[in-house]
Each structure stands twice: as structure tokens, then as C-alpha cells.
């Protein structure tokens, strides 16, 4: 199958080619890519400071949605022409890309492929840190940093979902405003307001029971400080820097879990049963617009670099697609 992709020819130039997609492989299916995601992870990708794994192609990419347009051996539950999401180990900024059927999603009658592409790294990333290592309960609070991302804004629909009250900081009032028609029960402005002394005075200190960290940096202490007993602080970014001065004390008196993860150091497997665990407890609210995601911008292919500018530039309110049937 032929393929227009994006090649990196230097961290300020993306361009077109054209080569063959290899056939999909055992448990793989070939995707006629119709909308690719655009993440952070490319944007690092792309200015050489993300090393891309022995097994990931070198293409720009993580997550699809479109067409199955082959499937290799041993490949249940997808046929041709399925309209499908997918994560992808390198090589979404493409016209055609392989993905693991066991990565995949079916996408329900309600999800058209746009929609669809905004899915799979929010759904799993969310799924992974809020629900299995976060392991959120209905009734407990979450506060999420960065509600207005692409992450945070799926992250407060499944956490409202499942009966969670929901605390969330967004950057801008317009942002916040935003953030509180997803759910969030409580928003901070933190480009206007001193987050701790808000959440304090708002009755939410020692009252946090999951953290969604992508801030990192100096919130990393305004976390341990607003945690409740047992409180569990996921890390999945650090917008506000890699670094951060903690008062253990707040850990031991607290018992608190201060950990992290990233969706490639999940493994294949790690993967896999986490787009099971979506399958059979997630896809039902998506399908039904329980848990909807908010599409910003979509660009052509051919536009990457101008995407990826859009996302530094923060500017933006969900997920940024590429249009890969324009390639
Ligand atoms: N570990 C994983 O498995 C994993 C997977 C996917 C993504 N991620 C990470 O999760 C984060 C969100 O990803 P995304 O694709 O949803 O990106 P995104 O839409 O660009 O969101 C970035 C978010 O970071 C917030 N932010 C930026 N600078 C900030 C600062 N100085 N202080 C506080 N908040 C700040 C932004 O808030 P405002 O716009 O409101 O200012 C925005 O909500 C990124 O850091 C990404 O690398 C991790």
C-alpha cells in the first residue's frame, strides 16, 4: 500500500514523501490513516530530544483513525473497511499505517474518524494513570492540571462518569469557563490565582484524593500539600519543569503515592489491556457522548509543522488532528 508521510529533514522543516507500507503483520492491521493526533511527544520527537524506540518506526505519530484497509494473520474482530482509532508506535503522519490490533478501538456509529483520532492517547493515558495507577473511586476528589488539554478535558468527563468530584486548573478565564461546561466541579485560573491559597480558601486542603500532574515543577508541592490521606499524585508531564523541592513529611504523615508513567513505558501488553479495560468499560460512554472529545483544530498533513506551532503555542482548547486524506 502506498503512503505520503512526513518526514523530519530538521527540526524546522516537515515534508512530504512517498514510500510503500509494509504488509501488516501477525495480530496487525493495515489503517487507510483518514485523521492523525497531534501530541507533545511529537513535538519533542521532532526537535531530537525524544528517542524513538528500536521497535517504533521513526515516522511522527501516535495515534490514527480511519479505514482497516488489511488485516494480517491471526486478526479477529476487524474486517476491511472497519472504521477504527488507533495507538501507533511511530508512523501516524501518514496516509496508511500499521497498528496492533490489540490497540485498536472500533469506533462506535456516534464517532466519525475525526473524532475518533482525538481518542486513543487521551482514553488510555487517562485510563492508565487516573483509573489503574490513580485508581480513582466514585465519591473521591481528582484534581487535574491542565484541564483544557486534550488529556485533562477527557480526564474530566471520565471522571465525572464515574461519580468523582472533579478540581481542575486551566491557564485564561475564557479556559476555565471552558473547563467548567466539561464538569469540573471547581476551577483555578492559575495564570490569576495563587493555586494553594484558592484551593485552601475553596475548603480543598488535605482533601485531594488523585492528582492528574502535568504540570510538575513547583505544583509538585502544592500537590503533597492539598493531597488527602492515601492521596495518590500521578505525574504524566512537567510543563512547569522537571524538578521540584518536596516536604517528605507531607508523604510519610499522609501515606501518600507519588509516582508516573508514559504510555510508551507501558509496553506492548501494558497497552493492550488497557485498550481492553476502554473496550469493555469505556467505549459505552463514548459511544452514548458521556465522554466526548473536543476537537480545536484540524490541519493537513502537509501543515504538521504549523500544528505543532499551534500546540506550543498553547492557544488551543482539546486536541489538534491532522488531515491525512489531503496528503
Ligand atoms: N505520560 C503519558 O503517558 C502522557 C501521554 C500523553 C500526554 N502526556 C503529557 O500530558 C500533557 C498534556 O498533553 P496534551 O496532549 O493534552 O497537551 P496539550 O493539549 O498541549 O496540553 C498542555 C496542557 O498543559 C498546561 N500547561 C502548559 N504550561 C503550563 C504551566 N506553565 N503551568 C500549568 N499548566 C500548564 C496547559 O494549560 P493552559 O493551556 O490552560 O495554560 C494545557 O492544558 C503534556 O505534558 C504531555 O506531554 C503524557
Redesign the pocket.
Known amino acids: 500500500m502506498q503512503r505520503r508521510y512526513i518526514d523530519i529533514a530538521s527540526p524546522e522543516a516537515l515534508t512530504l514523501k512517498t514510500d510503500t507500507l509494509q504488509d501488516p503483520g501477525p495480530g496487525e492491521l493495515a489503517i487507510a490513516v483518514e485523521y492523525a493526533g497531534v501530541?507533545?511527544?511529537d513535538i519533542l520527537q521532532r526537535l531530537g530530544l525524544y528517542p524513538v524506540p528500536d521497535d517504533a518506526s521513526p515516522i511522527l505519530g501516535l495515534e490514527v483513525a480511519g479505514l482497516v484497509a488489511a488485516t494480517g494473520a491471526d486478526v479477529e474482530g476487524f474486517s476491511v473497511g472497519d472504521r477504527v482509532a488507533a495507538l501507533v508506535q511511530g508512523g501516524g503522519y501518514a496516509s496508511a499505517a500499521l497498528a496492533r490490533a490489540d490497540h485498536t478501538l472500533l469506533l462506535p456509529e456516534a464517532i466519525d474518524t475525526r473524532l475518533g483520532a482525538a481518542l486513543p492517547?487521551?482514553l488510555l493515558?487517562v485510563w492508565?494513570?487516573v483509573f489503574v495507577l490513580g485508581a480513582l473511586q466514585a465519591g473521591e476528589t481528582l484534581l487535574i492540571?491542565?484541564?483544557?488539554?486534550?488529556?485533562?478535558s477527557i480526564a474530566i468527563q471520565m471522571a465525572k462518569a464515574r461519580g468523582a468530584r472533579v478540581v481542575a486548573?486551566?491557564?485564561?478565564s475564557e479556559?476555565c469557563q471552558r473547563v467548567a461546561a466539561l464538569g469540573a466541579d471547581f476551577v483555578v485560573d492559575?495564570?490569576e490565582d495563587a493555586l494553594i491559597d484558592t484551593l485552601q480558601s475553596a475548603g480543598f486542603a488535605g482533601s485531594i484524593d488523585v492528582v492528574l500532574d502535568?504540570?510538575g515543577?513547583d505544583?509538585t508541592a502544592h500537590n503533597l500539600q492539598l493531597a488527602a490521606p492515601d492521596g495518590r499524585i500521578v505525574c504524566?508531564?512537567?510543563?512547569?519543569g522537571p524538578k521540584a523541592e518536596i516536604d517528605l513529611f507531607q508523604i510519610l504523615m499522609k501515606r501518600l503515592i507519588l509516582t508516573?508513567?508514559?504510555?510508551r513505558g507501558l509496553g506492548m501488553s501494558g497497552r493492550a489491556e488497557g485498550f481492553s479495560a476502554i473496550n469493555s468499560q469505556v467505549m459505552a460512554e463514548v459511544a452514548s457522548g458521556r465522554v466526548a472529545p473536543h476537537v480545536h483544530d484540524v490541519l493537513p498533513l502537509s501543515e504538521a509543522l504549523a500544528a505543532h506551532a499551534l500546540?506550543q503555542s498553547?492557544a488551543?482548547?482539546?486536541?489538534i488532528l491532522l488531515d491525512c486524506r489531503t496528503a
Open positions: 501530541n507533545r511527544a492517547e487521551a493515558t492508565h494513570n492540571h491542565g484541564g483544557g488539554s486534550g488529556i485533562g486548573t486551566a491557564g485564561g479556559k492559575y495564570r502535568m504540570a515543577g505544583f504524566i508531564g512537567v510543563m512547569r508516573g508513567s508514559t504510555l500546540m498553547g488551543h482548547f482539546g486536541k
